[in-house]
Each structure stands twice: as C-alpha cells, then as structure tokens.
C-alpha cells in the first residue's frame, strides 16, 4: 500500500498541470506545479491556507461557492476559469477542472489547474479587436457580411440592413441570399459552395433586390480568415453597387455592337449571330437563311426629302422587317439602306423564299413623313447555309450577289443565289 501511494506521489508530482486537494476551504495538498503556476516555493506556504489567497476579488464569491457546493455533493460546474491571483500579486487566469473525493475519510475537492492566462490575454486581444472592428464596419457606408464555416451568415452590418431593408434576423443563417436576383441565384450558390469546400477567395457579381424594389447589380467580394488555432473559420466579405459601372459597360457594349439609329444588331454582332445559327444548324442537321436587303433608289429620298427624312424611314424599315421575323431571328444593319435578316433552321429555300417575299409585300404601304407619302422598293439577295458555304461573310457576300442580280433585274424582288447559272428572280409579288 506504501509503495502504491508513493507510485501515485510521484505521478502527481511530475504531472503538467497544477494538482491540490482542499478540506473544506484550506489547501491540504498541492504539487509542484501548482507553487509554480501561483508562483511560491514551498509547499508549506500553501499548505493549511485558505484557498481565496489565492483567488481575485473579482471571482472570489464564485471559487468559494463552487468548493462548498461540491463538498456538499451538490451540482457545480466541473469545468470553469477564474481569476487568480500570484504570490506577487500579478493576475493570472487558471482553469479548473474538479472534483468530489473522500480525504481522510471526509468530504474534499481534488482539483487540477492550469495557467491559461496568455490565452485569456489572447482571446481578450480579439475580442477587442473584434469589437472594434465590428463598430467600424458599423460605421462603414460598404456593406459587410460574415460566413461561419458551414456557410452560414452570422453577421451583417448597418449598411446591409439599409439596402435591403430587412432585419438583422432576417438575414441570419442563409437569409441573406434571399435578396439576390432568382435568375442569379442558382450559380451564385454553386461558386460559393465550391469557394468554402475549397478555402478560396469570393468575387460574384450578381443582382439584389434594394429596399425599393429596384434591382442592382453587386459585386460581392470574400476572404477566408482564421481562429485562434488558425483553422478556417468562415468568409468576410463586402458588397458595392455596381450598377451605375453595368449599366456603362451595357452602353458602351450596345454602341459596339448595335447601330445608333435603328438599334439593330451590326456587323459586328450579326457574325456572332450567323456563327452560332451555323453551328446550331450543322448539329440538327437544318439550314440558315441569310437575306440582304437593300432599298431600291434610295439616293432619291435623301435627296429630294433630306436626310432626316431618310433616317426616320430607315428607322421605319427596321421596324417592319423586325415585324415579319420570329423571336429567334435576327435583323441586322449594315449601312446605308442595307439590311441583313438570318433566319435559323429553315426546312429548304423554299421556305426562306416565302419570308423574303413577304418582306417585300411590307413595302406595298407607302411611308409617310411630313403629311407626305414616300414609296419604296426593296430589292432581295439569298443565300443559304450550308448549300452555298459554311463561313459568315461567305454567306454575306453570296447574298449581297444575289442582291446585286434582283437590282440587275429591276428590283422588287429577291434573287436566290446560284453560283452555276444565270440567277433568275421570282418576281414582284
């Protein structure tokens, strides 16, 4: 029994953490560690001692209430931290972990410490650098939101709620997302699942719902930061309104794209268009029509009525051949008084024939301008995707020959192009 009470000494004594046994509410034992932790020498400076010497004021009712209480055999906390206080006076936090044994054949707290005071200091470091930075972000017109690490937000700030005009509740858990575009939403969950499963940094620009029903564009951006054992703790992230700089871009793309009068699609955006209608064809195995429209004696109108007289009629124009086509087709303008229309997955010439000839019989009502009636002819090239080639402006051309052979013939008509004979027209309606 000796033997086996000096084998438990020993353990005690080499243990890391603080060890001490208390008698009602008086140190009866402690080791080496522990004189460490609180900074005495000997055992005997302890021993018989109350424990509050060593306790701060600020905690002292709350160390001796748990003692008494776990003598007693009452509940308690197993587990706690309480404020210390060194031989020298210097505080110290200690976490404890206790509890009830028999001493001597008395009731008694077997007790075990440990100095954690550097990381109360830590923790009490952000906790104020935390509290200072979330009055910032308070004070911040960028609008600021926090990810936990599953994905869940925790934290929105003041410019936040402004915009969307919720509450603080609302937006907790995946509440926040509520407010972005149903059309965007889909892949902006997608991006950022992917960024948490793989610790990346976030940039989407998506559209959100403002307090006014009005929907703008926001370029969420995210970080990943740490905890306190630099493990991934969740995203911070702002949000700007970026709609004035969409809808820039959006104009600077029309410009680039469109022309200025009739807003339809040019040259630039008709290849796009003819690329993908080749594409689409050659997979299903159709054709694509592509028509050039050209004005028959134009020049006259410009010169006998003026040119805004023949801006306001090729707007006009625009909009009766926008009229006949399907949503899926396109009315392009080249320049001048020259149009192009494509119209995907036709069944054969035959059928595009039809659509130019109906293009003409729009012509049939005269413009007007000014009280004064205008007439107008529209003479027709065709061509046809794959029949006469398989590249863009290889079909333009093409349709601009055929065009060239209806004029030839004396317009008002369209002429499908044929590379191996004499192209004929089919006539005026």
């Not at 871009?249 to 003819?274: F, I, S, V």
């Amino acid at each position: 029994m000796r033997a086996s009470e000096e084998l438990y000494r020993k353990v005690i004594e080499s243990a890391n953490d603080g060890v001490a046994i208390v008698k009602g509410d008086r140190h009866v034992f402690v080791n080496q560690r522990f004189l460490d932790i609180f900074g005495y020498e000997r055992p005997e400076e302890v021993i018989g001692k109350p424990i509050s010497m060593m306790v701060h004021k600020d905690d002292k009712e709350m160390v001796l209430e748990f003692n008494l209480k776990r003598q007693k055999g009452e509940p308690v906390p197993s587990r706690y931290v309480f404020k210390g206080v060194r031989e020298n006076g210097a505080p110290i936090f200690v976490e404890v972990s206790a509890t009830r044994i028999s001493y001597e054949g008395e009731p008694a707290s077997l007790v075990f410490m440990r100095d954690v005071t550097e990381r109360r200091w830590l923790e009490d470091a952000l906790k104020r650098s935390r509290d200072f930075y979330l009055t910032l972000f308070e004070e911040l017109p960028t609008m600021i939101w926090r990810l936990a690490s599953d994905g869940m937000c925790d934290y929105v700030n003041r410019a936040w709620l402004d915009f969307t005009g919720r509450t603080l509740e609302q937006e907790m858990g995946d509440g926040w997302i509520q407010c972005i575009h149903p059309e965007d939403l889909a892949e902006f969950k997608e991006g950022l699942l992917d960024a948490l499963a793989n610790r990346e940094a976030v940039s989407r620009e998506v559209r959100a719902l403002r307090r006014d029903g009005q929907w703008r564009w926001i370029l969420l951006v995210a970080k990943p930061f740490a905890g306190l054992e630099g493990e991934f703790s969740g995203y911070i992230g702002a949000c700007y309104d970026i709609t004035e700089r969409k809808q820039e871009e959006e104009h600077l793309h029309l410009q680039a794209t469109h022309d200025p009068l009739t807003a339809l699609p040019n040259r630039r955006l008709l290849q796009d268009r003819l690329q993908v209608a080749f594409a689409q064809a050659a997979r299903k195995g159709s054709k694509v029509a592509v028509i050039m429209v050209d004005l028959d004696d134009f020049k006259l109108v410009n010169d006998e009525f003026g040119h805004r007289a023949g801006d306001e009629i090729l707007v006009e124009v625009a909009q009766r051949l926008k009229g006949i086509i399907r949503a899926g087709d396109t009315v392009a303008r080249l320049g001048g008084d020259e149009f192009v229309i494509v119209l995907p997955e036709m069944g054969s010439a035959r059928v595009a024939q039809r659509v130019a000839r109906r293009i003409i019989g729009t012509f049939k009502e005269p413009f007007r301008w000014r009280g004064k009636e205008i007439s107008l002819t529209p003479s027709l090239g065709l061509s046809i995707f794959p029949d006469h080639g398989g590249e863009a402006e290889d079909l333009i051309q093409k349709a601009d020959q055929a065009l060239y052979r209806a004029k030839a013939q004396g317009g008002n008509r369209v002429v499908l192009f044929r590379p191996d004979k004499p192209t004929l027209g089919t006539g005026s309606p």
